[in-house]
């Protein structure tokens, strides 16, 4: 295993457990104590988790707000989807990343690929791109600013949208049925999803299986603008009958699998 996909293993352990210690982290992945502590080192000085002696824990600013709950919420269910969909990506295309918690672990598998462009209104994205340092780019859109989620929202960040045009939009979501298709709960994040849609070749959805049949306030899209749904549940015959007959595909994530 390369440092990477290591360090990012050791924070996904730690968002599942809260608090490890060495021992635990250098005993599970089969890997020396001074190997583990390196990394904590530098996962801390990335703010990635908190480092204690003789172990490590969630930052403290990941404990605050309404999105950090939802990072803690299903995540072998996003850790596995946002693995699965690497595989859509190649080096030299560009994607659109709207803010979310399992675009946030997307995020982290895609810093491996090197030669991509990233175009997001999430700071946190941005910087995970950024530290990549494998000769990828990224845009942060302008806006106004939301701290709980890091994110830019509002008429700049649309606006800004339109000066690019992507391969692909990963776009996380609030809910998912057969009669609407795509839907969130906050109209900024909406419109911001509907503009990244528009100027992108094709749409993945990353979605666990808690938002199959949810309502939320606001359509995004119907289903026939989805390519691809990445998922760790297959969802119910009218959403897969809905999505064949538009042509977009349902990629379930190994660990989802009966």
């Known amino acids: 295993m390369n440092p990477v996909k290591r360090r990012i293993e050791i924070v996904n352990i730690i968002r599942k457990e809260n608090r490890v210690t060495v021992d635990r982290l250098a005993q599970q992945l089969n890997i020396s104590r001074e190997t583990i502590r390196r990394d904590l080192t530098e996962l801390s000085n990335n703010g990635k988790v908190h480092k204690f002696h003789g172990g490590a824990s969630l930052p403290i600013r990941t404990g605050e707000g309404s999105f950090q709950q939802r990072m803690s919420e299903h995540v072998s269910a996003k850790i596995a989807i946002a693995e699965a969909a690497v595989q859509l ?3 030299g295309e560009t994607l659109f990343l709207d803010t979310g918690s399992t675009t946030l672990y997307f995020a982290e598998n895609i810093a491996e690929i090197s030669n991509i462009t990233v175009v997001t209104n999430s700071s946190e994205i941005a910087r995970i791109i ?3 340092n494998n000769h990828s780019r990224v845009f942060l859109l302008g806006g106004e600013f939301n701290g709980d989620n890091r994110q830019t929202i509002g008429t700049m960040a649309i606006d800004q949208i339109g000066s690019f045009r992507a391969h ?3 776009l996380t979501i609030g809910g998912l049925d057969s009669r609407t298709g795509i839907m969130d709960f906050c109209i900024d994040e ?9 100027q992108a070749e094709s749409l993945t959805i990353l979605a666990d299986q808690s938002k199959f049949g949810r309502i939320a306030s606001f359509e995004v899209c119907g289903l026939n603008k989805v390519t691809n749904l990445v998922c760790d549940k297959t969802p119910d015959q009218s959403i897969q009958t809905a999505l064949a007959k538009a042509g977009g595909h349902v990629l379930v994530t190994s660990s989802g699998q009966p």
């Open 89 to 91: 990506i190649s080096p």
């Open 190 to 198: 909406a419109q911001i999803a509907r503009a990244m849609i528009k």
């Open 168 to 170: 692909h939009a990963f």
């Open 130 to 132: 950024s530290l990549a």
